[in-house]
Nanobody, 128 residues
Framework: QVQLVESGGGSVQSGGSLRLSCAASRYTYSTYYMAWFRQAPGKEREGVAVIGRDGFRIYADSVKGRFTVSQDNAKNTLYLQMNSLKPEDTAMYYC??????????????????????WGQGTQVTVSS
């Protein structure tokens, strides 16, 4: 099992930027997709961004054009660059990994059930 540890969260004003990191305990050839999710108080966990090991990316509509997901395989680290932050981006952010091929509709890669490894989360708070 791969251990995932998020960092980089914090408090920022509306319009600001943050970069989240997710360090994996080891590289695994069986990691096919990595993703960022977020969960605000009283709401369900929602997918934010996904990256495949071939570079494929998919984003939630609410963050397109503002967030960028990337990975550094040499460092076993996943990133989420968040720009033009809004108060509605306030949430706990989690990274997740899938360790097998996914043959379903790519839009489902933003669903929690697709992933088996999860980090503990990092809090992002955006004030107006």
């Amino acid at each position: 099992q791969v251990q995932l540890v998020e960092s980089g969260g914090g408090s920022v004003q509306s319009g600001g930027s943050l970069r989240l990191s997710c360090a994996a305990s080891r590289y695994t050839y069986s990691t096919y997709y990595m993703a960022w999710f977020r969960q605000a108080p009283g709401k369900e966990r929602e997918g934010v961004a996904v990256i495949g090991r071939d570079g494929f990316r998919i984003y939630a509509d609410s963050v397109k054009g503002r967030f960028t997901v990337s990975q550094d395989n040499a460092k076993n680290t996943l990133y989420l660059q968040m720009n033009s932050l809004k108060p509605e981006d306030t949430a706990m952010y989690y990274c997740a990994a899938r360790h097998s091929v996914y043959s379903g509709d790519s839009v489902n890669l933003l669903q929690t059930y697709v992933y088996s490894s999860w980090g503990q989360g990092t809090q992002v708070t955006v004030s107006s």
